[in-house]
């Protein structure tokens, strides 16, 4: 961007902030805020993915790195636009701030022919079946016996309580098929190197039974999923990582928008195992939000 390119949208960013939204906020009571800093704190925060002071010297309409900012601008367009919603950016800003408490999940989210929901005990049986299937199984060390597809199915439904959000059990037709949701990884990876920290991660991934496959649940799901955590849960980021050699997950990854960071061994498998190489992917929710209009 030259010079003249990042003047003329910081023109338009002021102008944006400081009266075509205020002017807006005349005419529609429902909005939560209507003074210019407020638009401009919620829009900045959802460029930045966090407290825009956080990672930004003041003024931020001069400091903001130029693709953050036009982010930012898209962002208020849409606002404008009816495109997003304005209360929903608010209080992922007023979360990220805590400003507010994390409201507790969901029972459900309901998708186009099929359903994101809770764990049930009737979930087991399906569960383990999948979970013993070598095909379903075979980017993973092993199947997994009835025992072990039980204390996993547990273990799940515990991150609900334990973070606000966990993975999701799906539910299609004609019953459960798998899950797909959010985690925060229960070992440590080492990826400090591709992102700069091996703290604080959350994690996305799904497992579905066969005749799940091809019926856009992976990708419809974790939308659903990605939607939840982050305006709900106010999530700044999540990742994503598989065997390198795992093409189907890779293309899912890639159709939610995530970028793909670089690779890594995994540390809980051995040297010379087929799967031990990764890759490692990431999404900001300010990048998710602005592929969401």
């Known amino acids: 961007m030259t010079p003249a390119e990042a003047e003329a949208q910081q023109r ?4 944006l902030v400081d009266e075509r939204l205020p002017e ?3 005419a529609r009571p429902d909005w939560p805020v209507s003074r210019n ?4 704190r919620i829009l900045l925060d959802n460029a930045c993915g966090g407290p825009w002071r956080e990672s930004v010297a003041p003024p931020a309409w001069a400091n903001m790195p130029p693709e953050r900012l036009a982010l930012a601008v898209s962002l208020g367009e849409a606002v404008l636009a009816g ?12 979360l990220w701030r805590r400003k507010r408490p994390v409201p507790p999940a969901p029972a459900r989210l309901t998708g186009e022919n099929f359903a994101l929901r809770r764990w049930q005990l009737s979930d087991d049986a399906p569960f383990a079946a999948l979970c013993a299937d070598p095909e379903v199984m075979r980017y993973f060390p092993a199947p997994k016996t009835a025992r072990e597809s039980q204390a996993e199915a547990r273990a799940l439904d515990r991150r609900f309580e334990e973070d606000g959000f966990g993975p999701w059990a799906v539910e299609a037709p004609e019953g459960f098929c798998g899950f797909v949701g959010c985690w925060r990884p229960a070992r440590p990876l080492p990826l400090g190197d591709l992102l700069g920290r091996e703290t604080g991660l959350v994690e996305i991934g799904w497992r579905l039974a066969r005749p799940a496959w091809g019926r856009g649940f992976a990708v419809r799901g974790a939308r659903l999923a990605l939607a939840d955590a982050f305006s709900r849960c106010a999530l700044a980021e999540v990742v994503a990582c598989t065997a390198e050699s795992n093409t189907p997950s890779r293309r899912v990854m890639e159709r939610l928008g995530m970028s793909e960071v670089g690779g890594f061994d995994h540390p809980g498998l051995p040297e010379g195992h087929r799967l031990r190489p990764h890759r490692l992917y990431r999404l900001a929710a300010a990048d998710f939000a602005m592929r969401s209009f």
């Open 24 to 26: 807006a906020a005349r």
């Open 12 to 15: 338009r960013w002021r102008a």
């Open 37 to 40: 800093h407020c638009f401009a």
């Open 83 to 94: 495109r997003q919603d304005l209360a929903a950016l608010n209080h992922r800003s007023l």
